[in-house]
């Protein structure tokens, strides 16, 4: 069984650019949720999305917005790039939320120069 | 909201030798403490869960061990094999749901 797959594995963009990242959950895997990595903060909820619809939100500015696909394919996008957006970017799936086993991928290693 | 603390920051043992991570946890109303690895370059791999109905669960070398009332759970790993060094994670559930709340996460390192 195939696992998470997230794409790109790497990024490097500038300041005020745009950024979309892609996440193939598991297959059957319903939920999708994205996480921000970095040295200093940690890992840190972005949001979750469960058939398409948004259930959950963390603390991040509205820049950071993201959407499902009927087939549970999840992107998310940054908008207007900031240096302190440079992080690692990872996707997990599981059948139906955060109260299971979820599944995370290797991430997105982005880096805004 | 939620705030999970993880101690210690880093540890090393000795091959052979046990390693204990403790992690507390502020909402009573969390009910879901999973335990991840994180390899380099790789993304965070679950090894073991624990539900609030049960107090210890084991899987081979590692356990995990759960008091709820004293709000604080621990992974110990026993008979640590270099292959155990790592940064490990632990997490609980949102009382909404839908998101872990994560740790700051242990650096493990096994010396052989």
């Known amino acids: 069984k195939a696992g998470v797959t997230q794409t790109p594995r790497y990024l490097i963009k500038t300041r005020g650019q745009q950024v979309t990242l892609s996440c193939s959950p598991i297959?059957?895997?319903?939920?999708v949720s994205w996480y921000q990595q970095t040295p200093g903060q940690g890992l840190q909820f972005l949001f979750e999305y469960f058939s398409e619809t948004q259930r959950n939100k963390g603390n991040f500015p509205g820049r950071f917005s993201g959407r499902q696909f009927s087939n549970s394919r999840s992107e998310m996008n940054v908008s207007t790039l900031e240096l302190g957006d440079s992080a690692l970017y990872l996707c997990?799936?599981?059948?139906?939320?955060?109260?299971?086993?979820?599944?995370f991928g290797s991430g997105t290693q982005l880096s805004v120069l | 909201g939620e705030n999970v603390e993880q101690h210690p920051s880093t540890l090393s043992v000795q091959e052979g030798d046990s390693a204990v991570i403790k992690c507390t946890y502020s909402?009573?109303?969390?009910?879901?403490f999973p335990w991840y690895k994180q390899e380099l370059g790789k993304g965070p791999q679950l090894i073991i869960d624990?539900?609030?109905?049960?107090g210890e669960k084991k899987d081979q070398r590692i356990a995990v061990t759960l008091n709820k009332t004293a709000k604080h759970f621990s992974l110990h790993i026993t008979e640590t094999q270099p292959e155990d060094s790592a940064v490990y994670f632990c997490?609980?559930?949102?009382?909404?749901?839908?998101?872990?709340?994560f740790g700051a996460g242990t650096i493990l390192r096994v010396k052989s």
């Open positions: 297959s059957g895997h319903r939920s």
């Open positions: 624990i539900r609030s109905n049960v």
């Open positions: 909402d009573s109303a969390s009910n879901y």
């Open positions: 997490a609980a559930n949102h009382w909404r749901g839908n998101k872990l709340v």
């Open positions: 997990a799936s599981s059948f139906e939320g955060a109260n299971e086993k979820l599944f």
